[in-house]
């Protein structure tokens, strides 16, 4: 049984494989819209009556943007590109991929608003009303995490998976959740037990993908650094190769990029609480399908976390703040704190723009199949080989 029905029915009681598929031109702007299953699995008008994330800056750290995209226009800040040591920032492309399908891809997940009159084509983000800060970078993730917390971001996307011995990887994320910055990143596209950062530092939300029954992913990797999970599968996102390219992608990446807009709601809900105590509504609202239940799996577990995100019960629900640390792993020894608001939120940079719960048991939606469409479709399978020195997007 998919989403949709079980939600109408109880609503009263994520390294690279991902397949992409692209579609050229806004003939089908429409057709993706309906096809956002992860939204009417959230029950999105409903939650936006409640947030949209307006006031928030969400920081996005890729390996490029197409910041001109028709759903996104007029979402994005002034950003920054930190240089990297190779021309092609260790991001491997097939032909016909773009560099920018992976970052404008994550990024319209967050914060798309549509496009033509009243944003009423196209696609939309869970977040629409938040602002991107975007930042180009492949081996200086560190630097870019920094420059985000001292730029005004409240929550961090890293939707990739990093070289476990990048300098300052761990540390840099400890400094933001120290400045009351969330960090959300993803497990990985692996399917195996394997850790990577920056998913596996503490303090960073680690993310593993779902698809539209309400199963976890057979890619999505399993262990301790799961927290929570979110829609991950056959996913309609935006296309980087030009301003009306839609397409749809698998990935652990998707699902971070779910939960980071989940934050980014709550953020302008509960602009007062920590990292952990953002995390801590995710958590007590988390939900799980009735056959997972049925285990009785000491939560969190290696494969489910604490369960999938129910945005509109985080939203709602009466759940007292609890301790500043959240129920998450923590950094030893560093007390989170609440956000900074005051000075640097949303001040422009010097630098020139880039060019780019329980009332809701199981995920579902419409069906959301390959998309085809008839004359132009262009498959492209990601490389699953992962640089040894740089960032690596997931899904």
């Known amino acids: 049984m998919r989403v949709t029905r079980t939600l109408r029915a109880t609503i009263g009681a994520a390294l690279t494989g991902a397949l992409f598929l692209a579609t050229g031109g806004s003939a089908v702007a429409d057709q993706n819209r309906d ?84 944003g009423s084509a196209g696609m939309k983000g869970l977040s629409p009303g938040v602002k991107v800060l975007p930042l180009t970078a492949d081996k200086a993730v560190p630097d870019a995490t920094r420059f985000a917390v001292d730029h005004g971001a409240d929550v961090i996307n890293m939707s990739f998976g990093a070289d476990p011995n990048t300098p ?66 056959d996913v309609p996102v935006l296309g980087g190769k030009s301003d009306s390219q839609y397409g749809t992608t698998d990935g652990t990446s998707v699902a971070t990029a779910y939960v980071t807009s989940a934050v980014a709601l709550l953020r302008e809900k509960f602009p007062d609480l920590t990292p952990g105590q953002i995390a801590n509504r995710l958590v007590k609202t988390a939900a799980l399908t009735p056959s997972v239940k049925k285990k009785h799996l000491k939560l969190p577990d290696d494969h489910y976390g604490y369960g999938y995100i129910v945005p509109e019960a985080a939203l709602n629900e009466d759940i007292p703040a609890g ?21 640097v939120k949303n001040d422009p940079n010097p630098n020139p723009p880039m060019s780019l719960g329980d009332k809701l048991t199981i995920y579902g939606g419409i069906g959301v199949g390959v998309l085809v469409v008839a004359g132009f479709v262009v498959a492209v399978v990601v490389s699953r080989r992962r640089s040894k020195t740089a960032a690596q997007p997931w899904g």
């Not at 943007?65 to 092609?88: C, I, M, S, Y």
């Not at 301790?323 to 000075?343: D, E, F, I, N």
Request: one cysteine or more; glycine letters at 14%; hydrophobic letters at 35%.
């Open 35 to 118: 096809a956002q299953w992860p939204l009417t699995a959230f029950g999105a008008q409903d939650v936006w009556k409640k947030a949209t994330g307006k006031g928030v800056t969400v920081a996005v750290i890729e390996k490029a943007f197409r910041t001109t995209h028709q759903d996104l226009k007029g979402q994005f800040l002034p950003g920054k590109e930190f240089p990297n040591a190779t021309n092609d920032g260790g991001l491997y492309l097939k032909p016909g991929e773009d560099r920018r399908d992976h970052g404008t891809g994550m990024t319209g997940l967050i914060a798309a608003i549509g496009h033509g009159p009243g």
């Open 168 to 233: 300052d990887m761990c540390e840099s994320i400890h400094y933001a959740v120290e400045k009351g910055v969330v960090v959300v990143a993803a497990v990985g596209n692996e399917g195996t037990s394997e850790k990577h950062i920056p998913a596996a530092c503490p303090g960073a939300i680690g993310v593993g993908a779902v698809d539209e029954y309400g199963k976890v992913w057979d890619m999505s990797n399993y262990n301790s650094s799961v927290d929570l999970l979110a829609p991950g599968v």
């Open 323 to 343: 301790p500043a640390q959240g129920p998450l792993p923590m950094p030893k020894g560093k007390a989170p704190s609440t956000p900074v608001t005051a000075g």
